[in-house]
Nanobody
Framework: QVQLFESGGGLVQAGGSLRLSCAASGPPFSNYAVAWLRQAPGKEREFAAAISWSGGSKYYADSVKGRFTIYRDNNKNTGYLQMDSLKPEDTALYYC???????????????????WGQGTQVTVSS
């Protein structure tokens, strides 16, 4: 089974940028759709973005559309979330998740994702 390891979180001022990475080990990374989800204290886990196995299809939540970019490098077994124009409301624990899929239709239900990383904290100060 695939194992996922997030990195790149930290403290940044509003308007700043961060790039999160999701390094995968195990079966070929190209067998999986990948998503980034986030959970703020006292709130439910929510989708931020997702990408199909090939990178050809992408999904963004309305709250991050135009500011976040999801992409992947299957040769490096790594997924990425570039976060620009960060806002204090983006503060959350960010998780990388994967599910076996060779479809160009992206799963957008969190419970459909089988494998999860440990999370990386993103804090945006005002």
């Amino acid at each position: 089974q695939v194992q996922l390891f997030e990195s790149g979180g930290g403290l940044v001022q509003a308007g700043g940028s961060l790039r999160l990475s999701c390094a995968a080990s195990g079966p070929p990374f190209s067998n999986y759709a990948v998503a980034w989800l986030r959970q703020a204290p006292g709130k439910e886990r929510e989708f931020a973005a997702a990408i199909s196995w090939s990178g050809g299809s992408k999904y963004y939540a309305d709250s991050v559309k135009g500011r976040f970019t999801i992409y992947r490098d299957n040769n490096k077994n790594t997924g990425y979330l570039q976060m620009d124009s960060l806002k204090p409301e983006d503060t959350a624990l960010y998780y990388c998740a994967a599910t076996p899929s060779r479809s160009h239709t992206i799963p957008v239900v969190p419970t459909w994702y089988t494998y999860w990383g440990q999370g990386t904290q993103v804090t945006v100060s005002s």
